[in-house]
């Protein structure tokens, strides 16, 4: 089992840039894929980025490749996701999620859950 706690969310101006973090409980960090998702008001939850265990392959969402990077520390427990030149749309609350399967782009796959971070985006 593990927990999961985001970080680094917040308001910034369209342009900027955000990093937010989420660390994990428990010693079996490095055999979970992770991901991050979004969910903006009145929206449904969609996938944001996911990286495999060994950061071996990250995959993105078409509306964030090229701005976002996923990355991860095994020796820090922690999932980090770079969000550069944001845009108003991105305003939402992000979840990282992790799954003991392969990295998926979707959220069935992903067993436990943060409590998500709110990043807002002003134009």
């Known amino acids: 089992q593990v927990q999961l706690v985001e970080s680094g969310g917040g308001l910034v101006q369209a342009g900027g840039f955000l990093r937010l973090s989420c660390a994990a409980s428990g010693r079996t960090f490095n055999t979970y894929s992770l991901g991050w998702f979004r969910q903006a008001p009145g929206k449904e939850r969609e996938f944001v980025a996911a990286?495999?265990?060994?950061?071996?392959?990250?995959y993105y969402a078409d509306s964030v490749k090229g701005r976002f990077t996923i990355s991860r520390d095994n020796a820090k427990n922690t999932v980090y996701l770079q969000m550069n030149s944001l845009k108003p749309e991105d305003t939402a609350v992000y979840y990282c999620?992790?799954?003991?399967?392969?990295?998926?782009?979707?959220?069935?796959?992903?067993?436990?859950w943060g409590q998500g971070t709110q990043v807002t985006v002003s134009s």
């Open positions: 999620a992790a799954t003991q399967r392969v990295a998926a782009l979707h959220a069935l796959p992903y067993r436990y």
């Open positions: 990286v495999s265990r060994g950061s071996t392959s990250t």
